[in-house]
């Protein structure tokens, strides 16, 4: 229901925040919370994309090695990859688990596998979420680790697109600072300052 009203709810919230609260101030929460509805929604459509390509590069891998159940594996993989870093490691342990049950020594083959899940987790992850939400890869490794110390699978979940979106209002204050105290940015990346 929430969804399909979403239109209308929205426009009923905004009125009873324009009705409440100063328009400054009203359109600064409209703006806030505009940025955090499409960093969430970049977030999701990322972690999809990267669950794709994870699924993909197993599929292909396993049937260049003809191992068994390559796409129950790939899909399983890709579904278990929507956990950020740790996911794919769950998808590998049962996919391990299903190939030991047919081929015990494609199973040890298979967990060479976790090399492509390494390579996906550091290198191809953090790229891919990082640009859908508009956040540097260092800040989206950092804001898993500080997600899963905090609050376990879910706080890695929620703190990329969190972190995106304290990252984008900073910049925004930083940016206006700058502009405010007449420093241009191609004079503080000449100078190293």
Not at 95 to 119: R, T
Request: charged share 10%; hydrophobic share 55%; aromatic share 12%.
């Amino acid at each position: 229901y929430i969804l399909l009203q979403k239109e209308k709810l929205s426009v009923q919230a905004k009125k009873v925040l324009f009705a409440f609260v100063e328009k400054g101030k009203a359109e600064a929460v409209i703006e806030v919370c505009s940025l955090t509805y499409r960093t969430f929604s970049n977030f999701l459509t990322g972690q999809c994309v990267e669950a794709v390509i994870l699924g993909t590069m197993f599929v292909i891998a396993m049937s260049i090695f003809k191992m068994p159940y390559a796409w129950l594996i790939g899909i399983l993989i890709a579904f278990t990859a929507l956990i950020p870093i740790f996911g794919a490691f769950i998808g590998c342990a049962i996919g391990a688990f299903l190939i030991f049950m047919v081929n015990p020594v494609q199973a040890l083959g298979f967990v060479l596998f976790l090399v492509l899940q390494q390579i996906e987790g550091n290198l191809i992850y953090p790229h891919v979420v990082g640009n859908s939400v508009g956040l540097p890869s260092i800040w989206v490794l950092a804001a898993v680790s500080i997600g899963g110390s905090l609050m376990g699978i879910v706080g890695m979940l929620i703190f990329i697109p969190i972190v995106s979106v304290l990252y984008a209002l900073f910049r925004e204050v930083v940016y206006l600072k700058l502009k405010k105290n007449n420093i241009k940015l191609k004079y503080i990346q000449l100078s190293g300052k």
